[in-house]
């Protein structure tokens, strides 16, 4: 049973773009949702995180919408860059903590000159 | 440096051979967790250590052993590898209490193939 489902799959953007990865979740005890950045051959690490109290959290050209009532949220990366080009994963616990993370699929964006 | 290391990188084995993925951080983690990666299937908890001695099942953990002896290392077991245990392994480790940030730091991962 996928706890926290994440679209698209893959993700192609021309750079300059925003791209846009969406996760859904159902468990509504969830309270802790980080987004983690995989580039080839290296292990995931956390991106943003943000917690249910707020509905929005910006750091740079990542931001996080949080969604409570629809138990959605999303990643918008605003003037994709090359370097931006990896796989995201989002993540969902409702330890409030890093413990007992439920990840999505992955979504690989390759952004394009 | 803050680490999180694993070993062996990659491994062919062949079904049946036991064999051990060793993981060792050097950052006083409480927590540290083991995931596989597969295509589609994103990460996947195998087993978690919310501290020494004390170790828990997770999603996927038919098929695998774990110890947590010391606080710095959590070894990952294969005791009969089989096929579908091809996968890509990471080990992860984080602070939980009031130490806590919320962050999870991964090794680089262990590509394992059986044959």
């Known amino acids: 049973q996928q706890q926290v489902k994440q679209s698209p799959q893959s993700l192609i953007v021309q750079k300059g773009g925003i791209s846009i990865i969406n996760c859904a979740y159902e468990?509504?005890?969830?309270?802790?949702f980080p987004w983690y950045q995989q580039f080839p051959g290296k292990g995931p690490a956390l991106l943003i995180a943000?917690?249910?109290?707020?509905s929005e959290k910006k750091e740079g050209r990542f931001t996080i919408s949080f969604n409570k009532s629809a138990k959605q949220f999303s990643l918008h990366i605003m003037d994709s860059q090359p370097g931006d080009s990896a796989t995201y994963f989002c993540a969902a616990t409702y330890t409030g903590t890093a413990s007992k993370l439920t990840f999505g699929t992955g979504t690989r964006l390759q952004v394009t000159l | 440096e803050a680490q999180v290391t694993q070993n062996p990188r990659y491994l062919i084995t062949v079904t049946g051979k036991k064999l051990t993925v060793t993981c060792s951080q050097n950052m006083n983690h409480e927590y540290m967790s083991w995931y596989r990666q597969d295509p589609g299937l994103g990460l996947r908890q195998i087993y978690y250590s919310m501290n020494v001695e004390v170790t828990d099942k997770g999603d996927v953990p038919e098929g695998y052993k774990v110890s947590r002896k010391e606080k710095r290392n959590f070894p990952l077991i294969l005791e009969s590898p089989s096929p579908n245990q091809t996968s890509l392994y990471f080990c992860?480790?984080?602070?939980?209490?009031?130490?806590?940030?919320?962050?999870?730091?991964f090794g680089e991962g262990s590509r394992l193939t059986v044959l």
């Open positions: 943000i917690r249910p109290d707020v």
């Open positions: 992860a480790s984080s602070f939980v209490g009031r130490t806590n940030t919320g962050e999870l730091f």
């Open positions: 468990n509504t005890a969830f309270d802790y």
